[in-house]
Every structure is written in C-alpha cells, then in structure tokens.
C-alpha cells in the first residue's frame, strides 16, 4: 500500500502515546537501506517513519533537492506499495523555508521538521511558527515537528559543540505559541558517533516535560534525536514519558558500511589482484591470467547483503520501542 499523510500519521501517534511505544524514525542515506527498513518493519507488523533530510534529498537529486524529494517519494511509493504496512516520510532538520514550501506543495512527506533549534528562543518560535502558518495556508496534510533545545554533535550541517537541556516551562510557551505537532527535546543525546554510557541521558526530565505540557493542556507527542548509541534498557526508558518518534541515522549508514567492508575483506581477491600482478583496470585486465570475480564485484551482491543487514537491525528496534504488532494498516 502507498505510504501515508500527515493525517494518519497522527493517528499512529495517537496510539504510541495511548499504549506507550514508540516509532523509529529511520533516516535514509541510500535506497538499499530504504528498502531494507520497510522489510524489517513488515516482519514485525509495524508502522515505519522515514527520513530524508536535506542533504540526503540533494545526493539523491544530484545537487538539486527537489528533485531528489521527488526521486525518493516515487521511490519510496513504489516500494512500499509492496508491503501491508503503512509507510510514513518525514523530511528531517530542514531549516530552508524555500525548500519546504515545495516539499509542501509536491504533497509528498508525511511530515516535516523545521529546525531553527541554533537560533535564539524567540527566532525559534518564529520561524516554527512560519511553518505551521504555511501548512494551515496551504492546507497542507502534513504534521510540523519543531525543536526546542540543543543535541550536541552535527547533524545536516547545524553543528551544536555543547548540548542545552530543554526547559519544561518554555517547552509550554514555545508549543502554545508555534502550533507545532511534534516537540523534539534535549536531554542528553548526541547526534553522531555516541555510547550510551557516555551520555548524561535525563529521563527524568522528559518526564517532567510531558507532564508539564500535560497539565496545561497540551498533549504533544515528543520526539528523541540522536538516539543511535543509546542502549535499548535506556531508550524504553526514555518511552515511559511521552516520547513516541525516536531518530536512528548514524547506526543505519555503520551498518551499510561494515556489511560491505565485512564482504570484500573477506572476498578481498575476488577484486583486487595479488600484488604481483601488475594489472591494468583499462585493458580490464587482458593481459594476466587473474581475472575478477562478478559473482563478488557486482554491486547488487552487496546491495543485497545491505538490504538483509538493515532489515534485521531494524526488526530488532522494532522490539526496543515496542512497535512491533502495532500497526494500523496490516
């Protein structure tokens, strides 16, 4: 089935923070992982969030965004089609207000993140609210994320050295005065290369958080960055008090990286010719009796691996946040 707007995706939300599990919002790099994410959903009979931010829609577009967006959508369309799960698109840290009107007008994500957490509060409330105005003008099925806080680490560009916890009672103020649908709060992740018991994690204050948006009448789903080096005992933890969208990147694209490497390491020779060979990649090796492997060499062998490695991990995920045998649209 086709992947979904804005308007069911709030009714999965509306079910997380009801049952107390939450969605791996899972970034896409590339297709292979794309399609391995909406595979290990499928297995466990849960809803997936992607991610495009707006770096990975310019690789895509090669250099042009919008043209990547539109590649990826009918990619992720097509693909998705497949499955009886339903398949969501948020389009990750996006702070190009240009861009976002597009993605709006192609109607294409299911959601989408404006991220104007480096700015002063004031600007942030600003310029989240910008968004929210578009999405009313537009009339747009689209649910607005926005973030209140700072995650240490770069993510897409926005670079913050030092992480700054989110204030309960301004969590209140910015969420009254913006609109927006979905709160991302600091409170001790890292974007980036992170282990968990590195990290000065604050379930407690997620808690209060939820609580205080609770008690003035605000029942906004939150949202965790930089979950990829939390430890699952930590992250269900962390879904105990309203977070229901948890971020996954950095342990997506390892993953890619390692099951090829772990391929052609160990496959070394089927690619690369001994040393005392001197071999001539324009004559495609013509002139020595080493040849290679196409059986290692073809891109799909690894493509596939990739595939099957990211499905698995993302099974597993599925388990930690609980989402598993929760979706809607099976």
Known sequence: MPFYGGSELATVYDDALTEGFGLIAS??????????????????????????????????????????????????????????????LNMDHQSDLGFIEAQMDLGIPSSIMIDASHEPFEENVARSREVVEMKKDKDADVLIEAELGQIKGVEDNIEAAEAF??????????????????????????HGVAKGKNLELRPDLAQEIRQTLRDHGLDTPLVLHGSSGVQPRQLQEMLQHGICKVNKDTRYQYEYTRTAFDLYRDDGTAIVPPEDID??????????????????????????????RIADVHAELTEVSGSAGHSRFA
Request: aromatic content about 8%.
């Open 27 to 88: 970034n896409i790099a590339e297709p292979n992982i794309m399609m391995g994410l909406i595979e290990g959903a499928a297995r466990k009979d849960s809803d997936i969030l992607l991610q495009l931010s707006g770096g990975a829609s310019t690789f895509a577009g090669n250099e042009d965004p919008v043209d990547g967006l539109q590649a990826m959508g009918a990619y992720i369309e097509a693909i998705a089609d497949q499955y009886d799960i339903g398949v969501f």
């Open 165 to 190: 916890y989110t204030d309960p009672e301004q969590a209140v103020e910015f969420v009254d005065r913006t609109g927006c649908d979905l709160l991302a709060i600091s409170v001790g992740t890292q």
């Open 279 to 308: 071999a001539n990649r324009e004559t495609f090796f013509n002139d020595t009796e080493w040849s290679p492997n196409k059986d290692i060499f073809d891109p799909r062998v690894a493509g596939r691996q990739i595939r099957d």
